[in-house]
């Protein structure tokens, strides 16, 4: 085998640990995030793969033709893919419960920036979705998606591909993340409940007390009371959940 050959082979073994690194570091939380550029994501998988490529099990691919690297490349960038996103999907259960928050303590608005993946969220979303990125790499939990990526190889061989179960982790994965979002918005509801009851009691037994006047500063103080309270047990949960997922590609 002479040079050209040899060095074609180890170039196309890289593109196929590219192709699933890069995918994932797309939309993981915390490193894919909207705010950094396309482009350092980029250069950030690729020496990632660089340096991760003796790590697993993709060697040298010898191969008669470029084209039969293609359906190998889209098989792995299709996982890839699919771990980015269910951790994305995790990671949207803050902003879940953000929006929940943000409508029980009245502090709403669908003019809010947004970092998410839609539009009009409040500012309790975006911040706690900022806060829990920021937790990412407080926690070393960035450690622990290099280390699932790595390990992710000995669940999805490479040049594999399981639909079905793809298909199902993502459904667990969006039901995992309404049930984490309402979980932890739980305090609010209790809060909101409270409130609301008391001052309806109110106005019955005054009927010209501006309730609506008294209402809105009332909510919005019990809500940042509440959120700081709570937040440290609420962020403490989801990222409980988010290294419970991440310890079933690493283990």
Known sequence: MDLTAILTAQV???ALVFA??????MFMPGIGEAMIPVRHRIALAMVLSLALWPA???????LGSPMELLPLIAIEATIGIWIGVCARIVLSALQLAGYQVGIVSGLSNA???????????TLIATALMLTGATLIFVTDL???????LVMSYDIFRPGELMAGDLAQQVVRAAAQSFYVGTMIAAPFYVMGLVLNMGLGLAN???????????????????????LVVSGPVMMQTWLDVFADWLSRLAF
């Open 12 to 14: 196309m073994g890289f």
């Open 56 to 62: 697993t099990p993709v060697g040298a691919i010898a």
């Open 20 to 25: 699933r690194f890069g995918s994932a570091l």
């Open 204 to 226: 019955r037994m005054m009927p010209t007390l501006s309730v609506f006047f008294v209402a809105a500063p009332l909510l919005i103080a019990a809500g940042l009371f509440v």
């Open 111 to 121: 003019f809010a920036p947004s970092i998410g993946s839609f539009e009009g969220s």
């Open 142 to 148: 960035h450690h622990a998606i290099i280390r699932a």
